[in-house]
């Protein structure tokens, strides 16, 4: 048996053996915006994915993998979530309170299943680049970067290597960077598509500046939306 401290000192590290496969019944891989930061991720052969889970929605569906991108109550009720004995959470050290989560550092990688997962920088002047991360999930010929609370950062210059499918960019222009910064990450990071999140200062959803943010595939989704994802 591999200890978990034995597992995290490793660069990249595996998770899949303690997931377990969901049922095949998906044709292609979809994606729920539940508000602020909050999405599910169901891909095409069931394996069911929550980043951020806060805004209101359906967390029935049990998860095979939680992702919380930092610590801020906005972020992380990963109690709210469904579960099996075999769901992993994986946040920065200290994001979550939770008995048995995996703590991930910036620049680590890591298998669920079918899916891999790299912990990518996050970071602004209200959030600790140290104790914050963004997320690269990969399943599918989809990669699905989650950036968490950020600013534009230098390293998203670099992005374009991981053939970004779907960006989730923040938007809200308080707490984060604002529409115009968004759409220069967009821009930087060759993303094929963007879909805006933590678009509202105070709210779950503020559509006027979802709807700024400038991509060649700007996907809105209001709270409650699903959309298909496709490379």
């Keep these: 048996m591999i200890s978990s401290t034995r597992l995290f000192c490793l660069p990249f590290f595996t998770l899949g053996v303690l997931a377990v496969v969901a049922g095949q019944g998906s ?9 602020r930061s909050s999405v599910k991720i ?50 920065p050290a200290g994001a979550v309170s939770e008995r048995g989560a995996r703590d991930v550092a910036e620049g680590e990688s890591f298998v669920v299943g079918s899916i891999t997962v790299r912990a990518l920088p996050a970071a602004n002047k209200n959030h600790d680049r140290a104790v914050s991360r963004g997320f690269l999930v990969s399943f599918d010929d989809l990669a699905v970067y989650h950036a968490g609370d950020t600013d534009y ?47 509202s200062k105070s709210g779950i959803f503020d559509e006027k500046n979802a709807r700024a943010v400038r991509a060649k595939n700007l996907v809105v989704l209001k709270p409650g939306e699903t959309a298909k994802l496709r490379p």
């Design 27 to 35: 044709t292609s891989a979809e994606l729920t915006y539940f508000g």
């Design 42 to 91: 169901r891909t095409a052969s069931g394996l069911v994915v929550y980043i951020d889970p806060y805004a209101p929605g359906d967390y029935s569906e049990p998860a095979d993998l939680i992702l919380v991108t930092h610590g801020h109550s906005d972020h992380n009720r990963t109690g709210l979530v469904a579960r099996k004995p075999s769901t992993i959470i994986a946040a």
């Design 153 to 199: 950062l230098p390293e998203m210059a670099g992005y374009g290597v991981y053939g970004i499918t779907h960006a989730l960019l923040p938007c809200d222009g308080f707490y984060n960077m604002g529409p115009e910064e968004a759409s220069r990450c967009a821009e930087t990071m060759k993303a094929g598509a963007v879909m805006p999140i933590h678009s």
